[in-house]
């Protein structure tokens, strides 16, 4: 079953960043679905948590060469 959860992402300055966020976390293996907004600085991810987690999304995010920071 799957996940839906948010994390705020700083440093995106233009629509190629945010789709590039997106790409990237649609190659993750037990992603489904990626929706990031950069005028929010937001992403929407629904995943599969047995096979991937919430702290590789952020870790992927973070590789991406972005800030990745958890949305309470
Ligand atoms: Mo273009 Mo957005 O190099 O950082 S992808 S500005």
Same mark, same amino acid.
């Given at each position: ?7 705020? !992402? ?14 990237? *976390?649609?190659? !993750? ?12 600085? $937001?992403? $929407? ?5 047995? *096979?991937?987690?919430?702290? $590789? ?9 972005? $800030?990745?920071?958890? !949305?309470?």
């Amino acid at each position: 079953s799957h996940q839906v959860c948010r994390v705020r !992402i700083r440093g995106m300055t233009c629509t190629s960043c945010a789709n590039a966020i997106e790409s990237t *976390l649609l190659g !993750i293996h037990g992603v489904k679905k990626a929706q990031v907004a950069l005028a929010t600085e $937001e992403a $929407e991810i629904n995943y599969d948590p047995n *096979l991937v987690s919430y702290s $590789e999304l952020l870790k992927a995010v973070e590789d991406s060469g972005f $800030e990745a920071v958890l !949305i309470t």
